[in-house]
């Protein structure tokens, strides 16, 4: 199954898709649909994430918890936390078994003009720990 088969799982109407070169873990790609929506679309590395079902609950929980943290201080809940789209039936993953081997996706919407970072240094991480 193509990555734009496997958006259509999401119910995104992909048009066009990039590689996402940054990251060394899953393989991600910043995907567009047709009324110019942007996504990131992971394949989830099951050899460093065993537990999938355990991995996707954390984050949804995670990810709810700070929702509503930011919707209570009146924050934009489409920047400042993950947006994760359901997979067609619902769950915020799911595989496709190819050749034998499973295969997780997971998506969410990207976040414009967000900064990431390949390394961090003493001052990041600080300041990464004063966020929490």
């Not at 918890?65 to 009146?74: D, P, R, Y």
């Not at 976040?111 to 240094?121: E, F, G, P, R």
Request: net charge negative; charged share 25%.
């Amino acid at each position: 199954m193509n990555i734009f088969e496997i958006c259509s799982k999401f119910k995104i109407n992909a048009v066009a898709i990039k590689t996402i070169k940054q990251g060394i873990i899953n393989n991600s790609w910043e995907v567009t649909d047709l009324v110019g929506d942007e996504y990131v679309v992971q394949e989830i590395n099951s050899k460093i994430f065993d537990n999938i079902d355990s991995l996707m609950d954390n984050i949804c929980r995670v990810t709810n918890h700070i929702k509503n943290k930011i919707l209570l201080s009146g924050g934009d809940i489409s920047r400042e936390v993950l947006t994760i789209i359901p997979f067609e039936n619902q769950n915020y993953f799911s595989y496709v078994d190819d050749k034998n081997v499973r295969h997780y996706y997971r998506a969410y919407k990207y976040v414009k003009n967000a900064s990431t970072y390949d390394d961090a240094d003493e001052t990041l991480l600080y300041q990464a720990g004063v966020g929490f």
